[in-house]
């Protein structure tokens, strides 16, 4: 880890002297790309480990295919410095590349941002982006440079070989999957299920259509809902109440909009847990920055989210906080967009199954009496 870390510190000094330069792919390569893969573990002047231009079964080829027992596990297509690595052209293309050729994985990097898709996901290619993470400080304000190379560290070879990407996918477009299938069950669930709750209740009092209305209740606060922004939180506390702030309005796709499938399931434990405190009091509000959460009136989380992960505030003081994990830090007398004075730094959802403490601790510090 201290040479990915020794590598990264050297690429932001690289960055800061090339960022203004007009780049071409190949100096791009040449000074980004060829170190960080092999500050990763790849040897890329080993063609039976990294084969350049690895022809594809369309014929074509890509810029990197690093192996393991010389069969490829990942494709790697490198742009220019100052490409934005959005154009949809691109991503289907190697996206295509990676699923013709039975490659689980493919990169699609500008040598600073590197950003990771699952070829075999069976949806749009932009919407096989797991997660995304950069060289540049300004995209990983916040970040350790420990946390950074953790970050990098998922396609080193070392990793490939234990199948930590598989994992991390698995992970996190099942759970998608099982999320939106759920939502669709419980906000409007068949007979069956509300027959089979009534029947687990073992209470004949409750009849179907209070089994329907709780789940609503219970279900519905959690998924895609709108609630009054911070100016009018404080006047309903009916969850379907649509944003308005300074005259525009915000929903989750504002928040939720391109980002990678790793930041949203993220966000969508963080949101369901901090409901669940108490379903029927906590209320979700959208403004331009964060995802707000209130105890009726009293603020105890703020979200917001990057390309590679969550920024969570929470209403404590650092001071009071025993071991304090190493990505939560201090913000009093930083400028942030939340409410509180602790930052967490969520980029797993490890992480989050760690920092449900804290947030239970701004609940139970903050909620409306």
């Known amino acids: 880890m201290k040479a990915l870390i020794s590598c990264i510190e050297k690429l932001r000094l690289s960055l800061e002297r090339h960022k203004r330069d007009d780049l071409k792919e190949i100096p791009t390569r040449t000074i980004f790309v060829d170190p ?63 699923a013709n050729d039975g490659v689980e994985w493919c990169i699609l990097t500008n ?13 749009e290619a ?9 060289l540049d400080p300004k995209d990983t304000e916040g970040l350790s440079l420990q946390q950074l190379a953790e970050q990098f560290s998922r396609f080193s070879r070392d990793a490939m070989a234990k199948g930590v990407l598989d994992d991390i996918g698995e992970q996190i477009f099942t759970t998608g999957k099982i999320r939106k299938a759920l939502d669709k069950l419980l906000i409007d669930p068949p007979n069956v299920l509300i027959k089979h709750i009534r029947q687990l209740l073992k209470d004949d009092s409750i009849r ?13 606060q959690t998924s895609e809902t709108q609630v009054p922004a911070a100016s009018t939180a404080t006047k309903s506390t009916m969850p379907q109440v649509k944003v308005l702030t300074k005259g525009k309005e915000y ?25 669940e405190l108490d379903p029927t009091k906590v209320q979700r509000y959208y403004c331009a920055k964060t995802v707000n ?20 505030w929470l209403k404590l003081k650092y001071a009071d906080l025993k071991n304090p994990p190493e990505y939560a830090r201090d913000v009093s007398h930083i400028g942030h967009w939340g409410v509180g004075d602790v930052e967490l730094r969520i980029d ?3 992480k989050f199954q760690d920092s449900k403490a804290l947030i239970q601790s701004s609940f139970d510090q903050n909620k409306s009496k």
Request: with cysteine.
């Open 36 to 98: 960080l893969l092999n500050a990763l573990g790849w040897d890329i002047r080993d063609p039976d480990e990294v084969e350049l231009e690895y022809p594809t079964i369309d014929g074509k080829s890509v810029d990197y295919a690093p192996k393991i027992n010389r069969k490829p596990v990942l494709f790697v297509e490198a742009k220019p410095l100052k490409d934005t690595l959005t154009d949809v052209k691109s991503i289907t293309q190697v996206v295509g590349y990676a």
């Open 111 to 123: 040598g600073v941002k590197y950003k990771v898709y699952r070829s075999t996901e069976k949806a």
């Open 126 to 134: 932009p919407d096989k982006l797991l997660f995304e993470v950069s």
């Open 208 to 220: 179907p259509s209070q089994v329907k209305n709780a789940l609503k209740r219970l279900w519905g």
């Open 251 to 275: 929903t989750e796709n504002h928040h939720i909009g391109g980002k990678p499938q790793e930041v949203i399931e993220l966000f969508r434990a963080v949101d369901r847990f901090c409901i």
């Open 293 to 312: 959460y209130s105890h009726e009136k009293q603020i105890f989380c703020c979200i917001h989210l990057y390309t590679s992960g969550l920024r969570v």
């Open 348 to 350: 797993s959802l490890q």
